[in-house]
């Protein structure tokens, strides 16, 4: 069964950068669509970055421009560089594999990233 470990989280000033790490088990990783999510309280999720398994990148307009998601088949990976942060980034980060707009998987722990002076 698939498996989402999130890590990478923190407290940052406004303007710093943060690198998250979403180790992806259980799926033959290669072949995936991955998203990273986020989530604020009462809010539904909301995909921010999505890396096709060919590799092509897709972003959320709230964020292009400062987040770059990337990753590395050989340790099953996915990372979410994130600078230039600002308060509204604040939010619970997720990943998740994706078809067409939904994610399949079961959700993770996820990583909080907050941002505040």
């Known amino acids: 069964q698939e498996q989402f470990v999130e890590s990478g989280g923190g407290l940052v000033q406004p303007g710093g950068s943060l690198r998250l790490s979403c180790l992806v088990r259980?799926?033959?990783?290669?072949?995936?669509?991955v998203g990273w999510y986020r989530q604020v309280p009462e809010n539904p999720r909301e995909l921010v970055a999505l890396?096709?398994?060919?590799?092509?990148?897709s972003y959320a307009d709230s964020v292009k421009g400062r987040f770059a998601i990337s990753r590395d088949d050989s340790t099953h990976t996915v990372f979410l560089q994130m600078d230039n942060l600002k308060p509204d980034d604040t939010a619970v980060y997720y990943c998740?594999?994706?078809?067409?707009?939904?994610?399949?998987?079961?959700w993770g722990q996820g990583t909080q990233v907050t941002v505040s002076s």
């Open positions: 890396v096709r398994s060919g590799g092509a990148t």
């Open positions: 998740n594999t994706e078809a067409e707009g939904t994610p399949l998987g079961i």
């Open positions: 259980g799926i033959a990783f290669s072949f995936y669509d």
